[in-house]
C-alpha cells in the first residue's frame, strides 16, 4: 500500500495545527478593520421586570460614541429555532440578569463600556421564577404571557410557564409492573454547567455601500447565524455574509445566534466596521448554559433480571427563552431508555421558563441528564438482585436489528461488545496500591449511546485546472478537527495527498448550506456529503480520461498522486492536470461534483410506539460506548477523586485515530468536571449569577486530570462514510454516571444530585439526603 493509499483510518495532525501552535490563527477577536469601532452591551439588572422607559442621552454624550441602539430601534421581530419567543433586544420585559437592553458602538471599548454603563432604564419589578418548583407552582407568575400566539414549529407548545411537553409510549406500563420482581424508583437532579470554551463570544460586523454586511464571528453555523441576523436587523438573508474564522470552541452553547445581529445593526447604523466582544463574565451571564434537570425515574425487572418496564419525566429548567429547548426535552425523552430492550416505556419530557439565562444545547444535548438517571437505576435493580451491574447489563443489551425506543431501527448494536470490553480492560489493569486510612474505592460502570444523524448538509467537490481538488461544505469545524477529517475522506476517494486540496473556509456566499456543528454530525453527515461529491467528481474524472485514452471507464483506476492509468499497464496513464485542461477549455465543462442530505429516517413508528409533542421526527443513527471509572473518596473531607478511566467508543470507522482519543479524553474531562465541579448558581433572592468567573466557578485542571485509556471499537455501522460515525457527545454521556456508580460502589450510598461536590458526599456519608 502506497503512503496515498491509506488516507481514512491513520493518525496524522489537523491541517490547522502549524499555524494555532504558533500563535498565527485568526480568531474574531484578531480582526482589525479601518475605521473599526468596538460595541458593549447593557444588560438588565434585574431577573424580571417591565421596562417603563429607557435614557440614553447620556450615553451619547460620552466622547468617542457613535451610536446607541435599543429596542425601540427594531419591530418587535420575535425569533428562535423551535419557538419564536425572543428578541434582539428586551424591548417590554426583562426576564433575565444580564438580558440585553441596548448596545453601543465607540471609538474605543473603555468609551463603549462607559456609555453602555450610563444607559438608564426605569422598570417596574416584577416576581421572579427561579426554580422549576417555582416555574410550576399554581400561582406562579407567567413569564410568557404571550407564548400561544408565538410561531412553533412542532405541535407540543405548552401553557403557563411550561414551554413545551412530550410524551412517549411503548407497550403497557401500567400492566407490566405486576409482572416485575423488582422496581427501583428514584428521583435526581442535576445542575447549570458552563460551556466554558476558551474563547468568548462575540463578532465583527463590516458594511458595504450596497447596505450588506460581512460578519466574522465565534459560531457553530453561518446559516442559522445569517438567518437570524436577516431576521433582527429586517434585511435580507442576501444582504448579510456570515463567515467563520478559527472558533475557539463551542460544545453547543454558540449553535446558534448570539451577538452577530448586535454588531450587525451596529455597524449598519454607523456605517463603519464594529467589534463587538463579550468579557468573560458577560459571557457567563448573557449565553447559554446546560439545562438544570431534575428527573423522576421508575424500573422494574423480574427476578432473572430481565428488565420488564421504565417510566420517567425529565423536568428541565430552560431560562427565560426556548433556544434549543424543545430539541433538548425530544432527546432526552428519545435516550432514557439508553441502548437496552426494555418493552414496556412511559416517558415525558417538559422544558419550563424561568428567569434565569437562557439554557441551550450543551454536549450531548439532554442525554446526561437522563442518563445519570437511567443507569444509576441499572446499579440499584442489580444491587437488590444479587447480581453483578454488567452481568445484568449484558442481559438486557440491544441486539442488532433491534429497535430503538419509539421503533427505530437500529441495524447494528455493539452495545455489548463496547461494555465487554470496558470491563476486560478494567479488570485487567494492575491493582494500584492502597488507598490508605479514610479512604474508599469504587468502581462504576455506564453503558451508553448517542444520535448523529439530524437535518441537512451538502458539500461541492470541484477540479481545479491544475488537477487539484477544491472542497466547500458549510460545517464549521470549532476545535474538533473536522476540517482534516473532511479532507481526508476526499483525499481517500480520490486517491490524493492532502497537500493537493484546498478546503475553503466556511462562508455563507459560497459555501453549500449546513444546519450546525451539532450533534456528533459532522462525520456522520458532511463526511458523507463530501465523499458523495468526491465520488461523483471521480466518476466525470474517469469519463473525461475514457475519451482521452479510448478505453471503457470500467478498464481505468485512479492512481496516487492525481492521475488516472489503464488498469494493469502501469506506463499509461494521464494526470488530473490533463483531464481539467480538456473539461475546462475543450468539452464537458468544469468537473464538479455535489450532494445533498437529508436524514430521513423517522425517530417514532406509529406501528410500534405513541407520541405526542416531540420537537425532532427525524432523529438516529446511533453509536455506542461504555465506559469504566475507578474513584476514591475521601471520607473526611468528601473529596473524589478520578483515578483511572477506560472510555470505550463503537465509532463504526475512525477517520482519524488521533481525533478519537482527543474527543474521548477531551469529553470525559469535560463530564468529570460536570460530575464533581461544575455548577453554575443564581442568588435565589435576586437571580443574578452568583459564580460568572473562573475565580468562583469551578473546572478540572491538571491537578483532576485522571489516567485516561481511549479504546476505540470499529464496527461498520452500514452508513456514513466507511461506515463512521461521531463521537464528539458520547463520552460526556458516559463519564458523570460512572462516576456516580463508582462513588456507589465506594461508599454503599448512592448520590443523587449533580455535582457530587464533597458537601453533598459528606451528606450522604452522615445519612442525609444530597
Not at 430552560?318 to 441502548?339: I, T
Not at 444491587?383 to 441495524?411: F, H, I, S, Y
Not at 491537578?703 to 461506515?723: A, K, N, Q
Amino acid at each position: 500500500m502506497s503512503k496515498l493509499e491509506a488516507r481514512v483510518g491513520i493518525r496524522m495532525p489537523r491541517v490547522d495545527a502549524p499555524e494555532t501552535v504558533a500563535g498565527e490563527a485568526m480568531y474574531t477577536d484578531d480582526f482589525y478593520l479601518p475605521g473599526m469601532l468596538f460595541g458593549a452591551v447593557h444588560g438588565s439588572p434585574i431577573a424580571h421586570g417591565r421596562i417603563l422607559s429607557i435614557d440614553t442621552s447620556e450615553a451619547e454624550a460620552v466622547t468617542g460614541v457613535k451610536a446607541v441602539i435599543t429596542g425601540r430601534d427594531y419591530n418587535h421581530v420575535l425569533a428562535g429555532p423551535f419557538i419564536k419567543d425572543e428578541t434582539m433586544f428586551a424591548t417590554d420585559r426583562v426576564r433575565y440578569v444580564g438580558e440585553p437592553v441596548a448596545a453601543v458602538a465607540a471609538t474605543t471599548p473603555e468609551a463603549a463600556r462607559e456609555a453602555a454603563s450610563l444607559i438608564e432604564v426605569e422598570y417596574e419589578d416584577l416576581p421572579a421564577v427561579l426554580s422549576i418548583d417555582e416555574a410550576l407552582a399554581e400561582d406562579a407568575p407567567v413569564l410568557h404571557e404571550d407564548l400561544a400566539s408565538y410561531f412553533c414549529t412542532f405541535e407540543g407548545k405548552g401553557t403557563g410557564n411550561t414551554l413545551c411537553a412530550g410524551d412517549l409510549t411503548e407497550g403497557d406500563v401500567d400492566a407490566a409492573w405486576a409482572e416485575c420482581d423488582v422496581i427501583v424508583e428514584q428521583t435526581y437532579e442535576t445542575g447549570a454547567q458552563h460551556h466554558l470554551y476558551m474563547e468568548p463570544s462575540g463578532a465583527v460586523a463590516e458594511p458595504d455601500r450596497q447596505g450588506k454586511v460581512t460578519i466574522w464571528s465565534s459560531l457553530q453555523s453561518i446559516s442559522l447565524a445569517q438567518q437570524r441576523v436577516a431576521e433582527w436587523v429586517n434585511i435580507p438573508m442576501a444582504k448579510v455574509r456570515m463567515v467563520a474564522p478559527r472558533i475557539g470552541g463551542g460544545f453547543g452553547g454558540k449553535g446558534n445566534a448570539h451577538f452577530q445581529p448586535a454588531a450587525a445593526a451596529l455597524a449598519l447604523k454607523t456605517g463603519r466596521p464594529v467589534k463587538l466582544m463579550l468579557t468573560r463574565s458577560e459571557d457567563f451571564e448573557m449565553m447559554r448554559s446546560r439545562h438544570p434537570s431534575r428527573v423522576h425515574m421508575k424500573t422494574g425487572a423480574k427476578a432473572d433480571g430481565t428488565l420488564v418496564a421504565r417510566e420517567f419525566e425529565v423536568i428541565l429548567d430552560c431560562g427565560a427563552y426556548a433556544d434549543d429547548s424543545p430539541g433538548v426535552v425530544s432527546v432526552a425523552v428519545l435516550m432514557g431508555r439508553g441502548p437496552y430492550r426494555i418493552p414496556n416505556i412511559r416517558a415525558r419530557g417538559v422544558g419550563v421558563y424561568t428567569n434565569k439565562l437562557k439554557a441551550g444545547a450543551y454536549r450531548g444535548y439532554g442525554n446526561p441528564q437522563v442518563s445519570f438517571a437511567a443507569e444509576q437505576q441499572l446499579d440499584e435493580l442489580a444491587e437488590k438482585l444479587g447480581m453483578d451491574p454488567v452481568d445484568l447489563r449484558l442481559k438486557n443489551t440491544m441486539n442488532d436489528g433491534d429497535r430503538w425506543l419509539g421503533g427505530q431501527p437500529v441495524a447494528v448494536s455493539s452495545a455489548a461488545k463496547c461494555l465487554e470490553t470496558a470491563r476486560d480492560a478494567a479488570t485487567a489493569a494492575p491493582a494500584l496500591p492502597d488507598a490508605g486510612p479514610d479512604r474508599k474505592r469504587g468502581l462504576g460502570y455506564a453503558l451508553f449511546s448517542a444520535p448523529h444523524g439530524l437535518l441537512s448538509t451538502a458539500a461541492n467537490v470541484a477540479l481545479r485546472t491544475d488537477g487539484s481538488i477544491a472542497v466547500a461544505t458549510g460545517a464549521v469545524d470549532i476545535g474538533q478537527g473536522s476540517d482534516t477529517i473532511l479532507q481526508q475522506i476526499v483525499a481517500d476517494a480520490l486517491k490524493l495527498d492532502l497537500d493537493q486540496i484546498s478546503f475553503a473556509s466556511q462562508d455563507t456566499d459560497s459555501s453549500p448550506y449546513d444546519w450546525k456543528t451539532a450533534a456528533s454530525r459532522v462525520t456522520y453527515m458532511a463526511g458523507q456529503a463530501c465523499l458523495n461529491a468526491a465520488i461523483e467528481a471521480r466518476e466525470k474524472i474517469l469519463v473525461h480520461a475514457s475519451d482521452l485514452m479510448e478505453v471503457a471507464p470500467g478498464d481505468l483506476e485512479l492512481r496516487d498522486g492525481g492521475k488516472v492509468g489503464i488498469v494493469g499497464i502501469p506506463e499509461k496513464e494521464i494526470t488530473f492536470g490533463m483531464i481539467a485542461g480538456r473539461a475546462h477549455y475543450q468539452t464537458g465543462g468544469p468537473v464538479v461534483g455535489a450532494s445533498e442530505i437529508m436524514f430521513e429516517t423517522p425517530a417514532v413508528d406509529p406501528a410500534v410506539a405513541q407520541s405526542k409533542g416531540l420537537a425532532f421526527s427525524k432523529v438516529g443513527a446511533y453509536s455506542f460506548g461504555a465506559h469504566a471509572v475507578e474513584v476514591e473518596v475521601d471520607e473526611v473531607t468528601g473529596e473524589v477523586e478520578v483515578l483511572r478511566a477506560w472510555c470505550v467508543h463503537d465509532v463504526g470507522r475512525a477517520i482519524n485515530p488521533a481525533m478519537v482519543d482527543g474527543q474521548v479524553i477531551g469529553g470525559f474531562v469535560q463530564g468529570l468536571g460536570y460530575a464533581l465541579l461544575e455548577e453554575m448558581v443564581w442568588d435565589p433572592d435576586d437571580g443574578r449569577l452568583a459564580n460568572p468567573t473562573l475565580m468562583d466557578y469551578k473546572i478540572p485542571t491538571a491537578r483532576e486530570m485522571p489516567e485516561i485509556h481511549s479504546i476505540i471499537l470499529e464496527t461498520p455501522f452500514g452508513d456514513g462514510p466507511h461506515g463512521a460515525r461521531g463521537v464528539g457527545e458520547p463520552p460526556i454521556v458516559g463519564a458523570p454516571v460512572a462516576i456516580a456508580n463508582a462513588i456507589a460502589n465506594a461508599i454503599g450510598k448512592r448520590p443523587t444530585v449533580m455535582p457530587m461536590k464533597p458537601e453533598r458526599i459528606l451528606d450522604l456519608l452522615d445519612g442525609e439526603s444530597a
